[in-house]
């Protein structure tokens, strides 16, 4: 039976109709895409080249060994210019061949592969290996047009060759699967490797090799590598769960033991289930189908409640193993439209797009209910990568506003002088000093592919398969020739079973003869992320039908606020302990409307005290807005416990900067006509932080950031803390005070110096470029965040509301035990000052590259309101050990 050519082309029976976006409009959009790729790559070559990586916020190249390290994340760098590497078939998609033919030259003269350094098998691969084969596929695509690279003799295919020999030891183990890591210049065993020890890969990590490995044997005709990669294939598939059919997360690599047994489509496992397919689509091999459609089978058995993915227990594959969702399954869509399934295709995308829209980037990862898990994005491409294959299975012009949505954020929230910064959190749009190399592999090539025309292109891409780093490996490999001992129809003792075998892809235009059918998919996802996490309305008067006043929102100092209680029937009570008791009584409500108003918000009250414990102050951002920055630098800041609350504010504190003398600022303040009106830079230690507010407040501050004096740290790091009051009365303090860490604080300190005129915006989050616009973002920015701390202790006659730390957390009332006319609701709400504690809002973790949660966070949620501090620690300590894991993950 045919192989490659009968499954896929699934493109050959797309169709486009986009009329909703004319030519000239998507022109320009494509435009706009080589233009942002040009800022990113020109700034890598000008500032960083040759290093790996280019460091966007300070404008230079990140050097492994020169830089604090960030922990396995950097065993993607090996010094051989990852990133110029990984963009160089990016060069030619975007019709730049003249930069593509130096590229590859500076690649043959300064590129050295034999270094001393442990690297990551799988980034190693993917990146490096993948990046040398799809520049070598391009220069023999040019090489035939006659037009350039006609001096080409395959030099970049046999530095792959070497790559792939340094390579090879990691896969000297009894099951075939690889290492996790590899020194590039001493391999894997002896004295100077400095690897070797490890047991556990990722299952992805080991089954994302057959692409690159099997077109290095095509090319060169060694078999070696092919053989390898499939063993490795195999032994997976050996070791999945008979009974489920999927597999797990983490594997040892020795007794092939499962060792953490979390399924899912995301953090590692994802490109091995994208690797089964394709494998089918390159090499034609039968059986490599069978596999992805057994798998598949599963997923959507088991791990599929559209629009949602969620990963589950392979052993107990109906017992889910987390609430939330990773960013990198946003792949998935593509790859259902590859397998032809676009209805599950749709919902799944939309559930993403809603999300983005909601936070404007994906966070690392999110709840089921849509709300951020963990804030941080490196720039991923994932999202944009389903959103080019949908648009291209439907001709839905719904996808190129999606694509255009990308680059709207990317260059409102990302963009800085010298390229693009990821972000360090999605919340308040701080950023990191990093610009991945898959941020120009990918991005890129998907976006500008949605918007181009065939006829713009300088070949076909229907003749290449996208490797999971979108790197092109030519169709016509599955015909090259290759050694006879590599079984191309059984890889292992089985037969083929056609039941399980989808030959064909389904065509679209028969699946949606409504033009209005996707659309009709889309809505009601759109309705259900609204619902759990909704849209900020405008202001309303009480009796309405909806609160006018939001729970978290609350300030028991505020007028306005207290006159919405009193229409609600919301009395509020002031207690010798400084706490704050409010207490509903339906009956003085002025309407009957207004008083379920009231209840309402009482039991928004209720929710969020539930919520108490696991959540602290989000951070801050310091934006610079002066020029030449105009918004685009934007420093993660750690909140104090006391002045101005910048989440209060719509417009956050803008001034410029100037340095306190003295730089302590822990007495008067000498030069006090400088600091007037401007907001002031102070050095921590020597004395309180509210102590250095009060100075500069009386100096006429009209804010202070106060800069770590412990050189070399970092928010990427170390966990943001929030400043805590002196121990008495901070209320005279009424400008907001910021911390930045050293590193974060020089970037501000070195503009300074620079510029002499520096102007920062202090808020919750960052604005738009150089505007001071407040973005209103309702209540889906975390899990949970409240301006002030609740804890329910029981319900009586009236359900009570308060907050006591020897209290224990009970179930709040439902829905019947509360109605207007049923009791009065009471509350205590507690004000006082805090110890200074760790600030999650980057989630005290810097490190979050792919993998999963370990343990069953849900279980551990219900009884979260009487975990001991000791408890609550173990499982701050797991949330660490999970992040270091998907480091390790390396996907």
Known sequence: MPTILLLLTLLGVLYSHGHGMSREEKRKFRNQVVEMFDHAYQNYMDHAYPADELMPLTCRGRVRGLEPSRGDVDDALGKFS??????LDTLVLLNKTTEFEAAVRKVLSDVTLDNDIVVSVFETNIRVLGGLLGGHSMALMLKERGEHMQWYQD??????KDLGLRLLPAF??????????????HGVWGPDSRTGTETDTCTACAGTIILEFAALSRYTGDPVFEAHARRAMDFLWEKRQRNSNLVGTTINIHSGEWVRRDSGVGAGIDSYYEYLLKAYILLGDDMFLQRFNIHYASIMKYISQPPLLLDVHIHKPLLPARTWMDSLLAFFPGLQVLKGDIRPAIETHEMLYQVTKKHNFLPEAFTTDF?????????RPEFAESTYFLYKATGDPYYLEAGRTILDNLNRFARVPCGFAAMKDVRTGSHEDRMDSFFLAEMFKYLFLLFAEDEELLFDVEDYVFTTEAHFLPLSLSTAPHSSSIPLNKTSNE???????DWTCPNTRLLFPDPAFPRNLREPIRSAVDRSCPRPAPYREPGMGRPPLRAQDFM??????LELLRRMGVSLIHLKDGRVQLVQHPSQAVSTVAAEDGVRFMQEMMELSSQQQKEQLPPRAIQIVSHPFFGRVVLTAGPAQFGTDLSKSSTGVRGFVTIAEPYSGCSEITNAEYVQGHIALLQRGQCMFAEKARHIQKAGAIGGIVIDDNEGSSSDTAPLFQMA????????ITLPLLFLFHKEGNILLEALKEYREVEVLLSDKARDRGVDVHEAEGDCTTEATTPTSFEPVGQSQTSTLELDESAHEEAAPSQEDVGPAAKDISATVDVGPQEETPCPADGGRSKTERDSEKGEESERDKHSGSRSVDQLLADWRE????FQQMERDEL
């Open 725 to 732: 009051g002196d121990g008495r009365s901070t209320d005279d």
């Open 495 to 501: 037969e083929l079973d056609d039941s399980n075998f």
């Open 879 to 882: 949330d660490l050990e999970a």
């Open 556 to 561: 028991a100092n505020n007028p306005e606020h």
């Open 155 to 160: 030099e970049l295919l046999h530095m792959a």
């Open 371 to 379: 709300r951020v898990h963990w804030a941080q994005h490196p720039l």
């Open 172 to 185: 000297n183990t009894s099951s075939g699967l690889p290492y996790p890591r590899v020194n590039l210049k």
């Open 82 to 87: 990852l990133t110029l590497i990984d963009t």
